[in-house]
């Protein structure tokens, strides 16, 4: 497995995975990943979320076709499915925004982060019908679904895609076109 030396090689390592060996991940591996969720931050430290943890093969299998029929997500020993607590989140942000989405996006990343660095490959996903996953995790009418991802070793490797340049999305003292 590779290792990192510092948070930017986990950061450009990290790639979406949409290819999943069937292989179990260790209980030691999946708890420290768990624990990088739990350990964002959320405004108000409120921490409006819930993270189910779907291992059975039915539900798997349902919940790729609830995410557009995105197949390869049943693949994976672990499918995530992130949700957020739009009741109970700090209701204005900005002086108008809900911050559920934003709170449970930080800790899906941390996860993702972590599980990077133990050599885990993740897959953020957001096309899904949201009333499937619901109907089908049995999640309350006032809880939301925020994004799901697999959780498995990485079978076929996959292209790196690339970004922006800095200048093109840096700007300095007012905003720059
Ligand atoms: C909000 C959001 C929604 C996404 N939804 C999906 C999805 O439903 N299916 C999928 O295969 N990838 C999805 N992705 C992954 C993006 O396609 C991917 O992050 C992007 O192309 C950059 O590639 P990389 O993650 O390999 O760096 C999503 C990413 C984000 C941030």
């Keep these: ?98 911050s559920f989405a934003i709170d449970v996006t930080i800790a899906l990343d941390h996860l993702i982060l972590a599980s990077t660095e133990q050599g885990l490959g993740t897959c953020w996903i957001g096309a899904f019908k949201e009333k499937l996953v619901k109907d089908l995790l049995g999640i309350p009418e006032n809880i939301r679904v925020v994004a799901l991802t697999p959780l498995g070793y990485p079978d076929k490797d996959t292209v790196k895609r690339k970004r922006k340049p800095l200048p093109e999305i840096i700007c300095y003292d007012k905003y720059v076109e």
Excluded: T
Excluded at 22 to 32: A, L
Excluded at 44 to 57: D, R
């Design 1 to 98: 497995m590779k290792s990192f030396r510092n948070l930017i090689s986990i950061i450009e390592a990290r790639k979406s995975i949409r290819s999943y060996k069937p292989q179990e991940i260790e209980e030691e591996k999946f708890q420290y990943v768990l624990k990088a969720f739990r350990k964002a931050p959320s405004a108000k430290n409120i921490q409006p979320w819930k993270l189910i943890v779907v291992k059975n093969k039915k539900k798997k299998n349902d919940l790729a076709i609830a995410c557009n029929n995105q197949q390869f997500i049943a693949e994976a020993p672990i499918v995530l499915v992130a949700c957020g607590k739009e009741d109970e989140a700090y209701g204005v942000m900005g002086g108008y925004m809900n």
